[in-house]
């Protein structure tokens, strides 16, 4: 019997932040614990990351944004993803975010946000403890 494929994360930088340094922490960290991590580099459109997610056929998305533009940039991903019908793809949200934004973000879809000094391992758990089972049907 095989053993599930590894969980698939596309960690990207929305906007016109320029600062990568966490992204890329996160990102090594998930790929140290077995996950399969597709780093989509600095200043990426909406349109650009949820394509790469589908394209890459991914089960988790992870957005570092310290820039504030989440309360655009969020809602765009969430209605992308709900127009390509790939609403199930975990969406999770590292970053600077006020905690008046919270409950708009989750309203976004957003499953949940990491602050600055969460610890690596809390983000590796609810990942794995949240990612929707893939369906026999893919490969």
């Known amino acids: 019997m095989s053993h599930p494929a590894p969980i698939r994360v596309l960690v990207a ?9 966490g992204a890329k922490i ?7 614990a077995g996950m399969e991590v597709i780093y989509t580099g600095l200043r990426q459109t909406p349109e650009m990351i949820v394509s790469a997610a589908i394209q890459e056929d991914v089960d988790c998305i992870g957005l570092s944004i310290l820039s504030g533009a989440h309360n655009a940039i969020i809602p765009r991903i969430h209605d992308l993803l709900k127009a390509q019908h790939a609403e199930d793809i975990l969406l999770i949200l590292g970053g600077t975010i006020p905690d008046q934004d919270a409950a708009s973000m989750k309203e976004s879809g957003v499953a949940a946000i990491f602050g600055p000094g969460t610890p690596l391992q809390t983000t ?16």
Do not use: E, M
Request: glycine share 6%; hydrophobic share 35%; no cysteine.
């Open 13 to 21: 930088k929305p906007g016109l932040d320029g600062h990568d340094r």
């Open 26 to 32: 996160i990102a090594r960290a998930l790929r140290d």
């Open 124 to 139: 590796i758990d609810f990942i794995r403890n949240n990612v929707k089972p893939r369906s026999l049907l893919t490969s």
